[in-house]
């Protein structure tokens, strides 16, 4: 018996060479990647080694941390300070960047100039300001001394206020930039269409305006809040002692050439701000924010 063998055209899958079109992003984003891993993701990855490995391989340092009354001291200032500092953004550039969305656009670039003026100056010139105007002969003291408003100077400077003023200050462009791009993305038509309905002005605001912006806070809050947290220079020259942040404590640490434990501590505060981020993104304003700016 003769079996009848046929054989049937198998399509081979045919593999995709890379194009130039593929390549090129990857040439563009691979010196920027080079230079993260160096100087950025070495040196992390060092320092948190630094916290087990030092002197020998244990989780000593973070068993320390656990029980040190200071830490947690420290670390719930850390919190109040960057919670209160990103409430008062909010309250001052949330009017601004209404007033920067709704502006023409001569008087826009000139408020925009007002807002962008401590992006141009150094951190450390702006905190030796706030020294000059919050001293004890400072230029508010003296002011007020001149009113006749107070006998003896007032105490503003190595104080929280100080603190909350000056932080408030240096981080309040990243609470208005990114809601007035989110404002100005309103449609018109929408406040025109509500209070065309007869809604008032108010209504038109709490009930269209403040819920379409919410993406441009979230994001904005969430910008402040982790600034905060990592702010070390502006804190150590208005502030006292009672105003130490995680950062300043860090920094302490180092001097006493203490690196494991400064290592440990570094360690906690960037979980921390990665816990932060970690809950933020689960907003949905920050992630329609984060998904429109990677289009």
Known sequence: MSIAVSTATIPLTATRTPTRRDVVPILLTAPLILYMLIFYALPVAAMLLRSVDSPHWSLDNYRQLAHDPVFFQVFWITLRIAFIVTVGTLLLGYPVAFALAHLRAGRAALVLVLVLLPFWTSVLVRSYAWMVLLGRHGLINEALSAAGLIDSPLKLLNTSLAVYIAMIHILLPYMILPIASVLRQIDPALP??????????????????????????????????VLSLGFYITPALVGGPRDMLLSMLIAQQVDLINWPYAACLSATLLAATLVMLAVFQQLPGVRNVLRSATR
């Open 192 to 225: 025109r269409a509500a209070a065309g309905l007869g809604a008032a002005p108010w209504r038109v605001f709490l009930q269209v305006v403040l819920p379409l912006s919410m993406p441009g806070v979230a994001a904005g809050v969430l910008l402040v809040f």
